[in-house]
């Protein structure tokens, strides 16, 4: 397992910013693994390029926090994504054939 990615925010009420994450399997060859989008809205959304129903934003298993600052902590590995905001986690999705395209996973 490599080192989780920390971002921290500073968000508003519900703004409509939008985060856009390219996630890399090897970086100096542009091997892409797709692109994870957090989405700022009253409540607030996520969406996975590669994953079935790409373009549906999903709203978090648990819902973020309101606070305005939150650190996020996003972790990546061959079976699973987990997002964490101020340590707890929001999401986590297995990746399967039925649920990611060949490549994201």
């Not at 969406?47 to 606070?67: I, Q, W, Y």
Request: charged content about 20%.
């Amino acid at each position: 397992q490599r080192n989780p990615l920390q971002i921290r925010t500073f968000v508003e009420g519900s703004s409509n910013d939008v985060i856009k994450i390219s996630l890399f399997s090897d970086i100096a060859a542009q091997d892409s693994m797709g692109v994870l989008y957090i989405y700022f809205y009253d409540k607030m959304q996520w969406r996975l390029e590669g994953c079935s129903n790409a373009e549906e934003k999903v709203f978090f298993d648990t819902e973020p926090t309101t606070d305005q600052y939150k650190t996020w902590e996003i972790t990546k590995t061959t079976t699973h994504l987990s997002i964490s905001c101020n340590t707890e986690e929001v999401l986590l999705l297995q990746f399967s054939s039925s649920v990611c395209n060949e490549g994201t996973a």
